[in-house]
C-alpha cells in the first residue's frame, strides 16, 4: 500500500502544477525557496512562520514573568491539535476512513509527512489562535460574568475573521487545493467550504480556549497559590489533553456533519451562515463594552502582529483583485478558484474593529484570575509581558 493517496497525486498534477515526486517517499521535504510556484507562496510561509515564533516567544516570557505556563501550554496544544485533525485527512486510505481525499497541500519550501504538510501550516494553528487567545486575556472579559462563555465566543470569532481573509485566498494562487468532488466539501461560499469557515475558523479557537480556561488556566493557579513549580510532566499531560480534545469536541458538534444531514442546500447554508452570525453578535457586543484603547495599542504583542497580518495581506489582496474582476464562472483566468470579496471585506472590516476594541494598554498583560462570586470583575494582576 503506497503512502500517498491517488486522488492526491491526481489533483498535484492537474490542479497544482506538478509534484515533487521525491519528496513523496520522505518524511520531511525541502524546495528551493526560489523556485516555489508562486511568489505568494514565500510571502505566506514567512509570514506565519514568524507569527508562530513571535506567539511562543511571547508564551515563553509569561511563564518566565507571572509563572504562567497556560499560554505556553496552548500554544503546544494547537500544534497537536494540528496533527490530530490533519494527519487523519491526509492518509484516509491507510486509516481504513471513508471519507476520501478532501484537500491537499501545495509545496513550499520546508514541510513533512511525504509532502502532505508545509511547516507555515504547522505554524498556522498558534500563529493565529495564539494572539487571538491573548487579546481576549489581556482584555478583562474572561474576569466578567460569563466571561468564560463570552470570551470563548470572542477568541473564535476574532480568529474567525483573520482566518477567513487567508482562507478565500488560497485557493486563487493554489497554495491548497480543495476536493469539490468529495461531499465533505461540497458545499461552498465561493472558493470556501461552509465546513471550513465553521469548522476550521471559528468552532476550534472556541472550544481550545474553554479548554484551557477549564483546565490549564485552574491547574496554573493552583501551582502559584500553593508556591510550586510547574515541572514539565504534568504540563505535558495536560498539553497532549487539550491538544486532542480539540477535534474531538469539534467533530462532536452539529456543524461538523451538516452537509450529511441537511439535504436542502439552502437550509444547510442558512445554518451554518446563523452560526457564524451568532458568534459575530456575541462578539461585537462584547467588544462595545470595553473602553477604547486608542491606536497608541498596536504597539504590542499580539496586536502588532495582527495589525501586520491585515496589512499584508490588504496588499495580497489588492493584488489578488485584477483577477477577481478578470474572472468567469467563479474561475479566475488561470482556472484557479476565486474566493467571496464581500466575505473578505466583512472580514477585514470586523478583524480591524475588534483588534481596535480588545486591544490591552502597551506592554499590560493582565495575569489569569478567577471571576468574583457575586459575578463581578475578578481581582488581576498587570505585568509588562509585551514582545
Same mark, same amino acid.
Given at each position: 500500500m503506497?503512502i500517498?493517496?491517488?486522488?492526491?497525486?491526481?489533483?498535484?498534477?492537474?490542479?497544482?502544477?506538478g509534484?515533487?515526486?521525491?519528496a513523496?517517499d520522505?518524511?520531511? =521535504?525541502?524546495?528551493n525557496p526560489f523556485a516555489l510556484?508562486?511568489?505568494?507562496?514565500?510571502?505566506i510561509?514567512?509570514?506565519?512562520?514568524?507569527?508562530a515564533?513571535?506567539?511562543?516567544?511571547h508564551?515563553?516570557?509569561?511563564?518566565?514573568?507571572q509563572?504562567?505556563?497556560? #499560554?505556553l501550554?496552548l500554544?503546544?496544544?494547537?500544534?497537536? =491539535?494540528?496533527?490530530?485533525?490533519?494527519? $487523519?485527512l491526509?492518509?484516509?486510505?491507510?486509516?481504513?476512513?471513508?471519507? %476520501?481525499?478532501?484537500?491537499?497541500?501545495?509545496?513550499?519550501?520546508?514541510?513533512?509527512l511525504y509532502?502532505?504538510?508545509? &511547516?507555515?501550516?504547522v505554524?498556522?494553528?498558534p500563529?493565529?489562535?495564539?494572539?487571538?487567545?491573548?487579546?481576549?486575556q489581556?482584555?478583562?472579559?474572561?474576569q466578567?460574568?460569563y466571561?468564560?462563555?463570552?470570551?470563548?465566543v470572542?477568541? %473564535?470569532?476574532?480568529?474567525?475573521c483573520?482566518?477567513?481573509?487567508?482562507?478565500? &485566498?488560497g485557493?486563487?494562487?493554489?497554495?491548497w487545493?480543495?476536493?469539490?468532488? #468529495?461531499?465533505?466539501?461540497?458545499?461552498?461560499?465561493?472558493?470556501?467550504?461552509?465546513?471550513?469557515?465553521?469548522?476550521?475558523?471559528l468552532?476550534?479557537?472556541?472550544?481550545?480556549?474553554?479548554?484551557c480556561?477549564?483546565i490549564?488556566? $485552574?491547574w496554573?493557579?493552583?501551582?502559584?497559590?500553593r508556591?510550586q513549580?510547574?515541572?514539565?510532566?504534568? $504540563?505535558?499531560? +495536560?498539553?497532549?489533553m487539550?491538544?486532542?480534545?480539540?477535534?474531538v469536541?469539534?467533530?462532536?458538534?452539529?456543524t461538523?456533519?451538516?452537509?450529511?444531514?441537511?439535504?436542502?442546500?439552502g437550509?444547510?447554508?442558512?445554518i451554518?451562515?446563523a452560526?457564524?452570525?451568532l458568534a459575530?453578535?456575541?462578539? +461585537?457586543?462584547?467588544a462595545?463594552? &470595553?473602553?477604547?484603547?486608542?491606536a497608541?495599542?498596536?504597539?504590542?504583542?499580539p496586536a502588532?502582529?495582527?495589525?501586520?497580518?491585515l496589512?499584508?495581506?490588504?496588499?495580497?489582496?489588492?493584488?489578488a483583485? $485584477?483577477?477577481?474582476?478578470?474572472?468567469?464562472? %467563479?474561475?479566475?483566468?488561470?482556472?484557479?478558484?476565486l474566493?467571496?470579496?464581500p =466575505?473578505?471585506?466583512?472580514?477585514?472590516?470586523?478583524?480591524?474593529f475588534?483588534? =481596535?476594541?480588545?486591544?490591552?494598554?502597551?506592554g499590560?498583560v493582565?495575569?489569569n484570575?478567577?471571576?468574583?462570586?457575586?459575578?463581578n470583575?475578578?481581582?488581576?494582576v498587570?505585568?509588562?509581558?509585551?514582545?
Open positions: 503506497q500517498v493517496n491517488e486522488e492526491y497525486l491526481r489533483l498535484a498534477r492537474e490542479k497544482a502544477g509534484v515533487n515526486e521525491a513523496l520522505s518524511l520531511v =521535504y525541502w524546495n510556484k508562486h511568489w505568494t507562496m514565500n510571502v510561509e514567512l509570514l506565519l512562520i514568524a507569527g515564533v513571535m506567539a511562543l516567544l508564551a515563553l516570557r509569561v511563564l518566565r514573568e509563572r504562567d505556563a497556560s #499560554n501550554c500554544w503546544f496544544a494547537c500544534v497537536v =491539535y494540528l496533527l490530530v485533525t490533519e494527519v $487523519p491526509y492518509f484516509p486510505h491507510l486509516l481504513g476512513l471513508d471519507i %476520501g481525499l478532501v484537500f491537499m497541500h501545495n509545496e513550499f519550501t520546508l514541510g513533512i509532502n502532505q504538510t508545509p &511547516l507555515y501550516i505554524a498556522l494553528y500563529a493565529l489562535i495564539y494572539p487571538s487567545y491573548v487579546l481576549v489581556n482584555s478583562g472579559v474572561f466578567q460574568r466571561g468564560l462563555l463570552l470570551g470563548a470572542c477568541v %473564535g470569532f476574532i480568529h474567525h483573520f482566518y477567513e481573509i487567508f482562507d478565500h &485566498l485557493p486563487q494562487f493554489v497554495w487545493v480543495w476536493n469539490y468532488d #468529495n461531499p465533505m466539501v461540497s458545499l461552498s461560499l465561493a472558493s470556501v467550504p461552509f465546513s471550513s469557515i465553521v469548522v476550521f475558523s468552532t476550534p479557537p472556541i472550544v481550545a480556549t474553554l479548554l480556561r477549564l490549564l488556566v $485552574p496554573m493557579l493552583r501551582c502559584q497559590k508556591e513549580s510547574p515541572g514539565w510532566l504534568v $504540563p505535558l499531560l +495536560l498539553t497532549l487539550v491538544g486532542v480534545l480539540i477535534p469536541l469539534n467533530g462532536l458538534l452539529p461538523s456533519g451538516m452537509r450529511e444531514w441537511v439535504r436542502d442546500d437550509l444547510a447554508r442558512t451554518y451562515l452560526v457564524v452570525g459575530a453578535l456575541l462578539a +461585537l457586543r462584547t462595545m463594552r &470595553l473602553p477604547a484603547s486608542g497608541s495599542t498596536l504597539a504590542r504583542y502588532n502582529y495582527l495589525a501586520a497580518f496589512g499584508i495581506f490588504l496588499l495580497l489582496w489588492l493584488y483583485l $485584477p483577477d477577481f474582476f478578470a474572472g468567469e464562472g %467563479g474561475e479566475s483566468p488561470r482556472g484557479t478558484p474566493g467571496s470579496v =466575505y473578505v471585506l466583512g472580514c477585514f472590516f470586523g478583524a480591524a475588534l483588534l =481596535y476594541r480588545f486591544a490591552g494598554r502597551p499590560v493582565m495575569r484570575a478567577v471571576p468574583a462570586s457575586d459575578g470583575e475578578g481581582r488581576t498587570a505585568t509588562d509581558a509585551g514582545t
